[in-house]
């Protein structure tokens, strides 16, 4: 989790910081970015699949056998 936390404050908070007028901007802010986090993010370390993609990919590995 840190780990996670320290990406998503370099990735979408450090520099944008005063963009966010209220909390719940911020707030939607985050919900924003834990979904492109989970969902689309490309990574290396999945072969160029974005972890649903790739979560996907096994599910359906499994499925076939």
Request: proline share 2%; no cysteine.
């Amino acid at each position: 989790m840190e780990n996670f936390f320290g990406v998503m404050k370099n990735e979408m908070f450090y520099g944008h910081e005063y963009e966010f007028e209220t909390l719940e901007e911020l707030e939607q802010a985050i919900i924003n970015y834990i979904n492109y986090y989970n969902q689309k993010r490309i990574t290396v370390k999945l072969k160029g699949l974005s972890p649903y993609m790739y979560r996907q990919q096994s599910y359906n590995q499994l499925q076939l056998m």
